[in-house]
Nanobody
Framework: QVQLVESGGGLVQAGGSLRLSCAAS????????MGWFRQAPGKEREFVSH????????YYADSVKGRFTISRDNAKNTVYLQMNSLKPDDTAVYYC?????????????????WGQGTQVTVSS
């Protein structure tokens, strides 16, 4: 089992940047693939990005491709989401998620463990 704690959210102006972090408990972090999701008010939770066990493969939603970068540091049990050129539409609660195995990248039901989320607000 793994526990996830997100941090790094906040209020930023459009065009600005934020870096989210997700710290995982336990000694088997490298055994988990990791994902970032977000949920805006009144909307369903949606996939943002995914990274493989060692970080060799990354995936992004079309809406963030070219602006967001996911990375991980297995020695620090942490996954990151660097968010650049932020837009008001990026405003949401951002969640990290983990799974030992994955069949469909980005499928919400595929991830077994979730953090509590961190709020990101982008002002226009």
């Amino acid at each position: 089992q793994v526990q996830l704690v997100e941090s790094g959210g906040g209020l930023v102006q459009a065009g600005g940047s934020l870096r989210l972090s997700c710290a995982a408990s336990g000694r088997t972090f490298s055994s988990y693939v990791m994902g970032w999701f977000r949920q805006a008010p009144g909307k369903e939770r949606e996939f943002v990005s995914h990274i493989s066990w060692r970080g060799g493969s990354t995936y992004y939603a079309d809406s963030v491709k070219g602006r967001f970068t996911i990375s991980r540091d297995n020695a620090k049990n942490t996954v990151y989401l660097q968010m650049n050129s932020l837009k008001p539409d990026d405003t949401a609660v951002y969640y990290c998620a983990a799974s030992r195995t994955i069949r469909r990248i980005g499928g919400i039901g595929e991830y077994d463990y979730w953090g509590q989320g961190t709020q990101v607000t982008v002002s226009s």
